[in-house]
């Protein structure tokens, strides 16, 4: 289950130094500007499945990941879900804060353990309005979202189950691919459910069309991950 304690908060101007010098966004800004951001930075530990925030919390702050992964959902009332993305490291999220200043409209999860660094809303559109090199690359990566965001929505709409997963599988596949000699071998743990939030489906539909493309040879199987045997074939599914 997911859990909102736990987790270690804590201030330390040279380890946020460190991550905020590993991030892309802040690319070639001085030392001093990063350190003074530094200054503000609040890091958090997160423990696998720590919250960071939920639907309705304040968006008082934008976080950057250092390391692990994080899951960025919808959660419905009654409890469904569906996964908008993940955040790898050198990502930013929260970023939504930035435009209205208004509550959070959808969930933070770390899907392992993870290292984030908090900055406050105010104290980063500040940063944004000084360097402009930072605003620009921060519009680019709004507009990427965006586009992503109309992508899923197109194939929620129009696409069956077997092109959205050959899609996504493709997806991971470049994301976390590595050569293997049995074909494209997805370095990464994810679950069946996990796949079925990302393409708006269920667990046990993912699992049923998973088995479908294992006897069709599209795709082996080790442990919890996935070998793309023939990437061609699933461009063709996509």
Not at 20 to 49: C, G, M, N, Y
Not at 193 to 205: D, F, K, P, V
Request: with cysteine; net charge positive; charged share 30%.
């Amino acid at each position: 289950m997911a859990q909102r304690e736990s987790s270690i908060y804590l201030q330390d101007e040279k380890r946020a130094l460190w991550c905020l010098k590993k991030l892309p966004l802040f690319q070639d800004l001085t030392h001093d500007t990063l350190a003074r951001l530094a200054e503000s930075v609040q890091l958090i530990e997160a423990r696998r499945r720590f919250v960071i925030y939920l639907p309705g919390d304040p968006g008082r702050a934008v976080y950057f990941l250092s390391s692990g992964r994080v899951k960025i959902s919808k959660v419905t009332r009654d409890g469904k879900e569906l996964t908008l993305d993940y955040r790898a490291p050198g990502d930013l999220f929260g970023e939504l804060c930035l435009i209205d200043g208004g509550p959070r409209e959808e969930m933070a999860e770390s899907m392992d353990s993870s290292l984030i660094a908090e900055v406050d809303r105010n104290t980063f559109e500040r940063l944004v309005q000084r360097e402009g090199l930072v605003g620009y690359r921060l519009s680019k990566i709004l507009a990427q979202r965006r586009r992503e965001i109309e992508n899923k929505l197109e194939n929620l709409i129009f696409k069956d189950v077997n092109s959205k997963l050959a899609e996504l599988l493709l997806r991971l596949g470049t994301e976390y691919g590595i050569d293997d000699s049995r074909g494209t071998l997805v370095a990464l743990k994810i679950t069946h459910q996990e796949m079925a939030n990302l393409i708006g489906s269920t667990r046990e539909t993912v699992s049923l069309t998973l088995s479908q493309f294992k006897r069709s040879g599209l795709i082996r199987t080790d442990g919890r991950k996935v070998i793309l045997s023939d990437r061609e074939a699933l461009r063709a599914l996509a």
